[in-house]
T-cell receptor, first 110, second 114 residues
């Protein structure tokens, strides 16, 4: 099946720093989404991308849908302690299920 | 309606027992999904419904698993003869079938099989 490779696996940063994480696939996707998950909770949608090359922002978050449709990145600017959590990318082709990466665990030190 | 709700939040059971989880989607959403998530991994697709019809099932969904959505509203996921390998977070999500799929997840049911 489609395999999403998400990197890095984990990040330890200082409050105020910018963060960048990405997701690559051997398959083409029509939709890329980024989710954040806190411990014991379900994933919460951050950003959805629908067109190759699309760049979308949501506050301090910016995500891009790669031109090849096989990758996406998420940037977080000026990180704050509440950014701590696990960030998942998800890709969808034409089927009605969504494939998730294994997540990037973000730790922000005050 | 404040979002997708799942019940129970936690379930501890002994191997061999049957368990049933419930999901109430966002009220105007006609699609409902079940995912499973193990520690350190992203959610894995199990099955989904459009209204009351179950349209797709993953090969992860063994014959011990059954999902229903009898009236196109809430859904149940039953696991029969549970095994220790069934221990995971079971997540429900819902969406509007409008071409651009934004899945909204519940808080999940954490299953521990002893």
């Amino acid at each position: 099946g489609q395999q999403l490779n998400q990197s890095p696996q984990s990040m330890f940063i200082q409050e105020g720093e910018d963060v960048s994480m990405n997701c690559t696939s051997s398959s083409i996707f029509n939709t890329w989404l980024w989710y954040k998950q806190d411990p014991g909770e379900g994933p919460v949608l951050l950003i959805a991308l629908y067109k190759a090359g699309e760049l979308t922002s949501n506050g301090r978050l910016t995500a891009q849908f790669g031109i090849t449709r096989k990758d996406s990145f998420l940037n977080i600017s000026a990180s704050i302690p509440s950014d701590v959590g696990i960030y998942f990318c998800a890709g969808q082709l034409n089927s009605n299920d969504m494939r998730f990466g294994a997540g990037t665990r973000l730790t922000v030190k005050p | 309606d404040t979002g997708v709700s799942q019940d129970p939040r936690h379930k501890i059971t002994k191997r061999g027992q049957n368990v049933t989880f419930r999901c109430d989607p966002i009220s105007e959403h006609n699609r409902l999904y079940w995912y499973r998530q193990t520690l350190g991994q992203g959610p894995e697709f199990l099955t989904y419904f459009q209204n009351e019809a179950q349209l797709e099932k993953s090969r992860l969904l063994s014959d011990r698993f059954s999902a229903e959505r009898p009236k196109g509203s809430f859904s149940t996921l039953e696991i029969q003869r549970t095994e220790q390998g069934d221990s995971a977070m079971y997540l429900c999500a819902s969406s509007l079938a409008q071409g651009n799929e934004k899945l909204f997840f519940g808080s999940g049911t954490q299953l521990s099989v002893l």
